[in-house]
């Protein structure tokens, strides 16, 4: 579907149901999307026009073409943008419909009563190349790994800043089951010593961090500030948002993580087919908020993270720069020994 197709009446409609076929297509075949498609050689899919990553819904449709036709290069671009780079796209290359969307938000009625809002949705579909589908484009595009993890091997850093920069309390209990309480605001993980491995922490303990981020003083989801019960709707739009988003930290810091972590995969993929069945725009709208989700836990340590020309500050008093010390007190005392050591060989 061309980028005009996608505006045209009933377009909108069909580009929900193309882009929720592929995530289904994905799952029928025993992959769970979501579960960094885009951490390999080629590293997280970037745009050549703007040099950023790709966002949202785009990073898993991406992730799995590049993962199914074995692309190195996390580069992407439409025709034109490659022939401005001075690239051809070869003749009979296919390329790789990606979405933009977003909420607007219009005026419900006359102007006086301009302090009433509805959000409209905008949806418009773009097609893309990979670096390695065209000639002649600058070696950078071509290199592997360009656009890989920008944290990578931060993950206690991501997470202790987040706690400590008015995240919620985490504690861990021997025996306990993940989860993250709204009314107590307290994320509960099971003691660290019972993970397989480090991987398996953080990816639980990201999981967990996303959902917080729901909560009414932060970004207020629906899922989490209004949650009802388990099995709900509305239960598994917020547990889409945590997957994403928790997949998306990992990537971020370099953590990889498996399917295989988990002991219900066949069950849990069938339950996404069918949430994915019974709503169209579920993957749509839940990658654009696991992306603000993943982008809260990160906010913390990405402004502590040196900026360009910091040396000029060298032997100014600033912030303590080490993990521990943005660490609460309590998951210091129980979690950090076992963080601070190097997985065994072949955790």
């Not at 401005?84 to 796209?89: I, K, R, S």
Request: aromatic share 8%; hydrophobic share 40%; net charge neutral.
């Amino acid at each position: 579907m061309s980028a005009r197709a996608g505006r045209a009446g009933g377009g909108r409609a069909d580009l929900y149901q193309q882009v929720t076929d592929r995530i289904t297509a994905a799952l029928d075949a025993g992959t769970i999307p979501w579960r960094q498609p885009w951490i390999s050689a080629a590293g997280r899919p970037a745009s050549m026009s703007t040099g950023r990553a790709y966002q949202g819904v785009n990073v898993l449709l991406l992730g799995l073409a590049a993962a199914d036709r074995g692309y190195a290069s996390p580069w992407w671009g439409t025709y034109r943008q490659i022939s401005e780079l001075g690239g051809q796209v070869r003749r009979g290359e296919t390329s790789v419909q990606v979405v933009f969307w977003k909420q607007l938000e219009l005026a419900a009625g006359p102007a006086q009563d301009g302090d009433q809002v509805r959000k409209v949705p905008l949806l418009r579909a773009f097609r893309v190349f990979n670096a390695e589908q065209a000639d002649h484009l600058p070696a950078r595009y071509r290199a592997a790994g360009t656009a890989g993890p920008d944290l990578a091997g931060q993950p206690q850093d991501v997470l202790g800043g987040y706690l400590a920069a008015g995240g919620p309390a985490l504690v861990h209990a021997a025996g306990a089951g993940p989860s993250y309480h709204t009314g107590r605001d307290q994320i509960t993980l099971p003691a660290p010593g019972q993970f397989p491995s480090r991987e398996a922490y953080y990816a639980t303990a990201f999981h967990e961090a996303a959902h917080s981020t729901g909560a009414p003083p932060r970004l207020n989801r629906p899922g989490v500030a209004e949650f009802d019960h388990y099995g709900s709707g509305r239960y598994a739009r917020e547990e889409l948002v945590a997957e994403i988003g928790g997949a998306m930290l990992c990537a971020t810091t370099g953590v990889a993580t498996e399917a295989s972590l988990r002991d219900d995969s066949a069950a849990y993929i069938a339950g996404w087919l069918k949430a994915l069945g019974d709503d169209r725009k579920l993957v749509v709208v839940a990658a654009s908020q696991a992306e603000r989700a993943a982008d809260r836990v990160l906010e913390p340590q990405r402004q502590a993270e040196p900026r360009p020309g910091a040396e000029a500050d060298a032997g100014q008093p600033g912030p303590a720069a080490s993990a521990g010390a943005r660490l609460t007190a309590q998951w210091a005392a129980t979690a950090r020994p076992y963080l601070a050591a190097e997985p065994e060989a072949g955790a």
